[in-house]
């Protein structure tokens, strides 16, 4: 058995104990960062694509710094939403990519679905950089890295998610993964952004961001994205900061340190005040950072992940 | 199952008395402690290169730095077996440019683990010498590389395993031939 296999799809169905072997593999590419010459040899000679039908500024150069460092060769292929459409047209692209002999696929897409469309289609890795409303795995990743780095553990330790629940794939691959590995989940929000019967997953709901608050030792505050008040999920953005802005009146009140947390990209005066964004409780730039490790230990994972390659291994090939 | 007999090779007393010698010859090779450095390679080499530099300290009176490094990022065999899932920590104490690093490992053997740690510390850093050191030169380089420092020379052919146990790691002090029990734990490097 490969240690992932050879798609990093969501963290649904992943097992507790991959996830963990992810954490972990990510701990010691944390110091490659850091290293006078940023840059290990591991993935010389793999060539990746990172195939962005949706913008996207730190995931995919997050994406590309982890290539990099791994010394693989990268190719950035940004499609324009409309220019592209699914289906037959997201599988010719990358049909015509694999004629060109690449190894592994970043994907970015719209569509709900659209990365394990593509996995089953292509011999190539095909690691999911967010599609739809689905999963944003890496993302959820790097959250839980950074739980771990702060408060030495995850499970036991009380998360809630703040915001647009029901639009965010962040939300999802987050609540798939603090689950699994033994979290206690909360969500606040809207109840119109909140998925109907999300208690039935065991996730404890708060109506009031104080309550929240108080609860919690991290929040995970979600971009609202402009597009849900327009679509009438929220009546204003003024009221929505009123009622559940992240500030750092409400911090102050918290009855223990807590964590703030944000995917990014921020919308400072909407999800979170700026004092708390820029402030003692945040490890929002800590996630980026974690980001890039993250997404190191899966391209190593997955590179090597080729079935064939592991018989090999098991059967003790000479090294 | 292959029939697999263990021999031990050297015991507790000779393992101590090996590193004793073993830490003589790397202050001969220096001549003295002058802009020394041991790095152990993760993970016994890190635990042996500790001692050594515990040796060097009582003999000199002087701490040598010490470094660890974890190869398996640079090591040229990732397409044939695979990610090894757990790697070591690598920290280095500060630059390596005029100094004489010397590499500490508990096996030598094809010779690759070497060619990936002479591969790594070229990227901190570039050293004035590079040594190598090695409690147990089990032979069957695969590559033009050689110990400078050897605590045993053991002859052993392809099918066979050298086992190093260190206290640290292990919880006892041993090394042992096994013989017909494939290449294993000391048998990568």
């Known amino acids: 058995m490969t240690a992932l296999g050879k798609d990093l799809i969501g963290l649904e169905t992943l097992a507790p104990e991959q996830i963990r072997l992810l954490l972990d593999t990510a701990e010691p590419f944390k110091e490659v960062s850091e290293r006078p010459i940023k840059k290990v040899p591991a993935l010389r000679g793999k060539t990746i694509v990172n195939l962005f039908f949706e913008a996207s500024t730190r995931t995919r150069i997050s994406f590309e710094f982890a290539e990099k460092r791994l010394s693989a060769d990268t190719v950035n292929v940004a499609a324009t939403g409309s220019s592209v459409s699914k289906g037959e047209t997201l599988v010719d692209t990358a049909k015509n990519l694999e004629a060109m002999r690449i190894d592994m696929v970043v994907i970015r897409h719209g569509a709900s679905g659209a990365a394990q469309f593509l996995a089953r289609r292509i011999a190539s890795n095909v690691i999911n950089a967010g599609d739809g409303k689905h999963e944003h795995p890496t ?41 699994k590995l033994g979290a206690q989940v909360a969500v606040c ?50 009221e929505y900061y009123r009622v559940f802005g992240v500030t750092a009146e409400r911090l102050e009140r918290a009855p223990k340190e807590l964590l703030v947390m944000h995917p990014g990209p921020m919308n400072r005066g909407v999800e979170i005040d700026s004092r708390v964004a820029d402030g003692a409780h945040s490890v929002i730039l800590d996630q980026v950072t974690n980001g890039v490790a993250v997404r190191m230990a899966v391209l190593y994972l997955l590179a090597g992940g080729k079935p064939e390659l592991a018989d090999a291994a098991k059967r003790g090939a000479p090294d | 199952m292959t029939r697999t007999d263990r021999s031990v090779m050297m015991d507790a007393r000779a393992l101590a008395r090996a590193l004793q010698r073993m830490a003589v010859e790397v202050l001969e090779l220096n001549h003295g402690t002058e802009n020394l450095v041991l790095i152990g390679i993760q993970r016994r080499g890190v635990e042996l290169a500790e001692r050594l530099g515990k040796l060097i300290e009582k003999d000199e009176g002087v701490e040598v730095p010490r470094g660890a490094i974890d190869i398996t990022l640079y090591r040229d065999d990732l397409a044939t077996i695979g990610p090894k899932p757990v790697i070591g920590e690598t920290h280095l104490p500060g630059d390596l440019t005029g100094k004489h690093a010397v590499i500490v490992d508990d096996v030598l053997y094809t010779g690759r683990t070497v060619r990936a740690a002479l591969d790594e510390l070229a990227d901190f850093g570039r050293p004035r010498r590079i040594s190598l050191c090695v409690l147990v030169d089990r032979g069957g380089r695969e590559l033009p590389i050689q110990a400078d420092i050897v605590g045993k020379q053991v002859k052993c052919g392809p099918g066979d395993r050298v086992d190093v146990l260190i206290e640290e790691v292990d919880g006892r002090e041993e090394v042992s031939l096994v013989k017909g029990g494939g290449p294993g734990s000391g048998g990568t490097s």
């Open chain 1, 189 to 238: 929000g809207p109840r119109t952004l909140l998925p109907r019967g999300i208690e039935e997953l065991g996730v404890t709901v708060f109506r009031r961001i104080e309550d929240a608050i108080a609860w919690a030792d991290v929040l995970n505050v979600l971009r609202l994205q402009l597009e849900r008040m327009e679509a009438g999920f929220i009546p204003s953005l003024r």
């Open chain 1, 139 to 179: 993302q959820a990743l790097l959250d839980l890295l950074t739980i771990r780095d702060k408060l030495g553990r995850i499970e036991g330790t009380k998360v809630c998610l703040v915001g647009d629940i029901l639009h965010s794939r962040v939300a999802r691959s987050n609540l798939w993964g603090l689950t």
